[in-house]
């Protein structure tokens, strides 16, 4: 009976993670939300922020978790954006650490600027703990509007980002 069980949890766990892998998310579309929210951390996801807010995709954007020693003046001089955009429209969130508390730093702006619809910009490997975690975050009528960065990411990016997301949908589970 126990090593029926731990088979059946082995091959849960392949075909999971198989599932996982093969269906990382995609780039979203052309549709227009609210806000944009940006999650620090990996590569063009900053960038592909910028262009939709160039595309008059979103009224306003978030780049959530940015270090603390990066200040406006920095942020200006590496990504270039366009100062009039910048100036109105670009907040740079200083406060979160992690996934979950750029969930809750994501949260208190979109709840401050009354927005009913985001795009979240975030790493393909990255969108579905991130998604779970803002989802865990926000009321339901905001409607999240997944845009994942694409990504060659190796074994072992998919496999600690995996664990990641069972281990905090687990948490969920209990109540944390």
Sequence with gaps: MIRRLLSALILAWVIGFVVFVGLLPRPAGDQRTDGIIVLTGGPKRIERGLTLMQAGKAKRMLVSGVNM?????????????????FDCCIDLGHEAV???SNAAESADWIETH????????????????????L?????EQVA?????????PDLKVLLTEYHKYLLRRAAALAGY
């Design 114 to 133: 009354h927005y009913r619809s985001i795009r979240l910009v975030t790493t393909d490997w990255h969108m579905r703990r991130a998604r779970f975690e």
């Design 69 to 85: 020693e990066v200040a406006r003046r920095d942020f200006l001089k590496i990504y270039r954006p366009p100062l009039p955009l």
């Design 98 to 100: 992690d996934t979950r």
């Design 135 to 139: 989802r865990q975050a926000l009321p």
């Design 144 to 152: 999240i509007v997944t845009d994942a960065v694409h990504s060659e």
